[in-house]
């Protein structure tokens, strides 16, 4: 069954603490992505990778970090320098090239205690 | 920066009927549009993709590009309770082939009254 996961659905976050948002795909796709939705707001991009070892800043990385180790893997670090992390965080991908359609995971929302 | 304008909505339109969502974007080089489909607490589905200018039909739904205007729309033709939803209008550029990340609206909301 191929797809996109992402875990956990819910978390919480407490002052000062760095929190890591899991996303693996078996889709054998070249690029992921990571965006992040706020109420009544489109995605805003965070983090890309269009190869392994390989990511770009997007538009709003400040106060967030990632790696990409393995193709399927593409792990999303909220660290306390985001001084408003609540969102819903969403990770895609897609294959390689521009006209690609991105799919997305079912998403985590991260709530600060 | 990038920019892709979408009228919020709501948008309220008849079971039956046909419903239009437009969607302006702000980079003339952009090369490939999306549009998605969100319901509440969910994450986007793809509805459509469009590359060149003109009309790209799938089932109820229809496409239109305008490069030279820089205008989207998505027709959804006898519209249904189930396409009430938020519907999010994406836009990639050019950097040399490579997969970048989406520019997307802010989203309509559409409602679909029975």
């Known amino acids: 069954d191929g797809g996109i996961t992402q875990s956990p659905k819910y978390l919480f976050r407490k002052e000062g603490q760095n929190v890591t948002l899991s996303c693996e795909q078996n889709l054998n796709h070249d690029a992921m992505y990571w965006y992040r939705q706020d109420p009544g707001q489109g995605l805003r991009l965070i983090y890309y990778?269009?190869?392994?070892?390989?990511?770009q800043k997007g538009d709003i990385a400040e106060g967030y970090s990632v790696s990409r180790e393995k193709k399927e893997s593409f792990p999303l670090t909220v660290t306390s320098a985001q001084k408003n992390p609540t969102a819903f965080y969403l990770c895609?991908?897609?294959?390689?090239?521009?006209?690609?359609?991105?799919?997305f995971g079912p998403g985590t929302r991260l709530l600060v205690l | 920066q990038k920019e892709v304008e979408q009228n919020s909505g709501p948008l309220s339109v008849p079971e039956g009927a046909i419903a239009s969502l437009n969607c302006t974007y702000s980079d003339r080089v952009s090369q490939s549009f999306f549009w998605y489909r969100q319901y509440s607490g969910k994450s986007p589905e793809l509805i459509m993709s469009i590359y060149s200018n003109g009309d790209k039909e799938d089932g109820r739904f229809t496409a239109q590009l305008n490069k030279a205007s820089q205008y989207v729309s998505l027709l959804i033709r006898d519209s249904q309770p189930s396409d009430s939803a938020t519907y999010l209008c994406?836009?990639?550029?050019?950097?040399?082939?490579?997969?970048?990340?989406?520019?997307f609206g802010k989203g309509t909301h559409l409602i679909i009254q029975p």
């Open positions: 990778s269009q190869i392994v070892n390989d990511f």
């Open positions: 895609a991908s897609s294959a390689a090239g521009n006209q690609e359609t991105q799919y």
């Open positions: 994406a836009v990639n550029g050019y950097s040399g082939g490579g997969a970048d990340g989406l520019t």
